[in-house]
């Protein structure tokens, strides 16, 4: 993508280049840093936060492919998960175009009369060109480090969510995030990842420490790789965002845009319908394969994903007709069948068991808890429980025997479970608390 390119807001495609314009070089000099911390509870708050639009969050549409967008639908399918994401931003000048304008036949390649195209069939014009073109573009560069804390039911995700939001919220302070994030690992599956635009590091990150350190360390490799650098239309680089103008700011011609404006706002609608449904079907399943933390039969389970697939199959292959034909975006109700709002379908019923204090005290309180399915079952493993007495604190313990009378914690072993014993029939077992 370079200067003049043309854009749709619609499907967020990019279009051919109807603009004549220069470019004026630029170079990297004094650049602005921002560092944060930032916490998501659930796969649309790690969209937004990451950058990742709703279309592309639901797999379609030009920047769908991306490595945001692919690791946001794969987080999806854990509906458990916190997400603490180290931000780092880096902006610098700008590159901008020089008297751009509407190509004539006679500038353009293929011979079309953009600007009287723009004025007499404002429809064909967008089909070619969008509704905005590439104006300039920010040098700088963004750094997202996502550290995904792993929880395996509710009460644990919200404790977790209450521990992180306590302990640091979104201080800048990287001492109390490696701190917190490193108390965090001792108790969880905890697992990195890192995405740069505008500059590549020589080596990622494997563990979440180097993780913060390379967020707070950004700046210097955006000054290594970036300062001093001649950004012209032969070499786009270092670029933090580009910035879109409407084709408006070159003429005086108000052309027809009313279809393109309805169909921006259905299509806006079906991806953000398609986001719910996608989250409905991955609380389906996520309930599915851990139907002790529910209320719902695996029949209403089966259901219920059953119906958000197909709307949101309908909801992808809306966007698919509107991409190709505008004048097939329709809103929600008007489609056959009509599209429901999302909040008005059924979701998993979760049960809650407030602050277990014991294995017992878990399953005691498990099945005091009003479920509708007492034939539900409480697997041996690893349960998020609350130790201590003044301050309690979570902790995650093996619990085994979960179906008797008296189930009983474990330490869960980290690492190899290697006996030292050389007695080959000797068996290693966990340690009792």
Known sequence: MYPGKGYSSVTGEIQGTCIRADLAPATIGPASADYRIDVASNSRELAQKLGVSSEASIGFGAFSASAKASYTRDQQANSSAVYIIARADIQGPSVNLINPRLMTAAEDPAGDDNAAAYRDDYLAFFSKCGDRYLDSAVTGATYRGVVRVETSSESEKTAVLAEVRARYGTAKGASSVERTVSELSSRYNVSVVEFYDGVLPDSF????????????????????????????????????????????????TIPDTGAVTRARQAFDQMAEYGLEYQALLNDAMFARDNPHLFKDTAADLAAQAAEAGRRLTQARNSLEACSDNLRACLPAPDLTPPLPDPVTLTRPSWISVGQ??????????????????????????????????????????????????????YLSLVGSNVSVYRDPHFLARPSRC
């Open 205 to 252: 990150a494997k563990d979440p420490e180097t993780l913060i350190a390379n967020a707070t360390e950004f700046p210097a490799l955006f000054q290594k790789k970036c300062s001093g650098q001649l950004i012209s239309s032969a070499q786009l680089s270092c670029l933090k965002v580009a910035v879109f103008q409407d084709y408006r700011k070159l003429t005086l």
């Open 356 to 409: 277990a204090t014991s294995c017992a005290d878990y399953r005691l309180k498990f099945r005091a808890s009003g479920t509708s399915r007492p034939d539900h079952e409480l697997p041996d493993g690893g349960y998020q429980l609350y130790v201590g007495t003044a301050a309690p604190h979570t902790a995650r313990l093996w619990c085994r025997g979960m179906n008797t009378a008296t189930p009983a914690e």
